[in-house]
Nanobody
C-alpha cells in the first residue's frame, strides 16, 4: 500500500490550498481515510476523517474552514483548506485505516506553510 500526498506549499493567511492523496496497492472501499498534521515541536493531531460512506469528522480548529472529500473510484482523498491561518502551518499526512483489520497506512507528508 502506497499513499502519495501532494498540494502543499506556501500561502498567505486567508488563502486556500487543496491537498490530495492517492492510494495504490489495495482496495479502499471499506476504509476510513483522513488527514493528520504535525507542527514543529508539537504532537501529530487529527485534522479530518471520512468514511467510505461519506461521514466526516473534523478537529474543532478546522471546522468551517476545511473540507474533506474522497473519490472511491480513484482511491483518492482530498482536503480543501480555506481561510488558512499561520497556526495551520504543519506537515500534513494522509492516512488510510482498514476497517476490517484496524491497520493504518501512512503517506509521506506534504508541508503547508501559512505566512502572516
Amino acid at each position: 500500500v502506497q499513499l502519495q500526498a501532494s498540494g502543499g506549499g506556501l500561502v498567505q493567511a486567508g488563502g486556500s490550498l487543496r491537498l490530495s492523496c492517492a492510494a495504490s496497492g489495495s482496495s479502499f472501499s471499506r476504509n476510513i481515510m483522513g488527514w493528520y498534521r504535525q507542527a514543529p515541536g508539537k504532537q501529530r493531531e487529527l485534522v479530518a476523517t471520512i468514511t467510505s460512506g461519506g461521514s466526516t469528522n473534523y478537529a474543532d480548529s478546522v471546522k468551517g474552514r476545511f473540507t474533506i472529500s474522497r473519490d472511491n473510484a480513484k482511491n483518492t482523498v482530498y482536503l480543501q483548506m480555506n481561510s488558512l491561518k499561520p497556526e495551520d502551518t504543519a506537515v500534513y499526512c494522509c492516512n488510510v485505516r482498514a476497517v476490517a483489520t484496524g491497520i493504518n497506512y501512512w503517506g509521506r507528508g506534504t508541508l503547508v506553510t501559512v505566512s502572516s
